[in-house]
């Protein structure tokens, strides 16, 4: 019903920068917030970073606090994650997912928040 791509990711050394896209598409379907997530080899999938269009709430991960920043378009079901200063530790698989239900109350840093995915874009951080 809902398709949601990411793109942007790539190899990157580290303390620089990238900035992942992503858009959710379908005929029709709300959009109350939209976040992502990454898992890195071995690892739990983890929440980084969200936003909730109505509210101006976007919480995000201590471990990417003051480094990633969030943003979007609603009208566009786009959402942006500009990451500056990247670590190794940031190396994993970016999921973007969209959450179509409301209300918008939950705190958004959980999977079972959202109700649609992507396929996740690489990044990775050489030291």
């Known amino acids: 019903q809902v398709q949601v791509e990411e793109s942007g990711g790539g190899l990157v050394q580290t303390g620089g920068s990238l900035r992942l896209s992503c858009a959710a598409s379908?005929?029709?379907?709300?959009?109350?917030?939209m976040g992502w997530f990454r898992q890195a080899p071995g690892k739990e999938r983890e929440f980084v970073a969200a936003i909730r269009w109505s509210g101006g709430y976007t919480p995000y991960a201590d471990s990417v606090k003051g480094r990633f920043t969030v943003s979007g378009d609603n009208a566009k079901n786009t959402v942006y994650l500009q990451m500056n200063s990247l670590k190794p530790e940031d190396t994993a698989v970016y999921y973007c997912?969209?959450?179509?239900?409301?209300?918008?109350?939950?705190?958004?840093?959980?999977?079972?928040?959202?109700?649609?995915w992507g396929q996740g874009t690489q990044v990775t951080v050489s030291s």
């Open positions: 379908g005929r029709t379907f709300s959009n109350y917030a």
């Open positions: 997912a969209v959450r179509s239900r409301g209300p918008t109350s939950t705190a958004l840093v959980r999977g079972s928040d959202y109700d649609y």
